[in-house]
């Protein structure tokens, strides 16, 4: 089964507005990352977060990670049209670096 | 110049067939990967080499065969071809070690009619 869940699956917000996107995952992990997908293209890397790390930044990007919680969120600030996306989080628990992705959430952001 | 790439990009084909998947990262990554992603979008992983070798095969058909000619590239070639096997397939790299990243191909949208 798919390790990482997220929510919301749907997420439809204003340009200039804050999108917050949330993973949970069910075992121990090294990282989680993220990712984004644009419609009908590959994934591309937004940001990756240690176990050990709880919070990291990059741009317009915040990750937060709870690994008592088993959770993560992404938030992204100022969002752009550009923005609209498919957001993944995948989890890499050390077994051959395999990534272990959540269902995502389609960001819709309406200029 | 593209990190990773494959090819085709499109493959529509009939059951039964045979076709194959090419991947080719110039990252100098030792590790490449197949994803599987289905029509509700979940990605799933299907093999992982390191340097020419098997390390992950995820429960994947024997109908799919993985051949990883040197470290730079990964072919997928799959056979007998199922109406299941619909999806978009993705080639990845990485560094391989701990906490890297991975680098998607554009991914190859595979039809079976």
């Known amino acids: 089964s798919q390790q990482g869940e997220e929510d919301p699956q749907a997420l439809s917000i204003q340009e200039g507005e804050n999108a917050t996107m949330n993973c949970s995952y069910k075992?121990?992990?090294?990282?989680l990352q993220w990712y984004r997908q644009n419609s009908g293209r590959g994934l591309v890397h937004l940001i990756l977060i240690r176990s050990n790390e709880r919070e990291k930044h990059s741009g317009r990007l915040r990750v937060t990670l709870d690994t008592s919680k088993k959770s993560s969120s992404l938030l992204i600030t100022a969002s752009r049209a550009a923005d609209t996306a498919s957001y993944f989080c995948a989890t890499d628990a050390g077994y051959g670096n395999k990534l272990v992705f959540g269902a995502g959430t389609i960001l819709r952001v309406k200029s | 110049d593209t990190a990773v790439s494959q090819t085709p990009k499109y493959l529509v084909t009939q059951m039964g067939n045979d076709k194959s998947i090419k991947c080719e990262q110039n990252?100098?990554?030792?590790?490449m990967y197949w994803y599987k992603q289905d029509s509700k979008k979940f990605l799933k992983i299907m093999f992982s080499?390191?340097?020419?070798?098997?390390?992950i095969n995820e429960t994947v058909p024997n109908r799919f065969s993985p051949k990883s000619p040197d470290k730079a590239h990964l072919n997928l070639h799959i056979n007998s071809l199922e109406l299941g096997d619909s999806a978009v397939y993705f080639c990845a790299s990485s560094h391989g070690g701990t906490n890297t990243e991975a680098f998607f191909g554009q991914g190859t949208r595979l039809t079976v009619v």
């Open positions: 990252l100098g990554h030792d590790t």
């Open positions: 075992t121990s992990i090294n990282n």
């Open positions: 080499y390191n340097n020419k070798e098997l390390i």
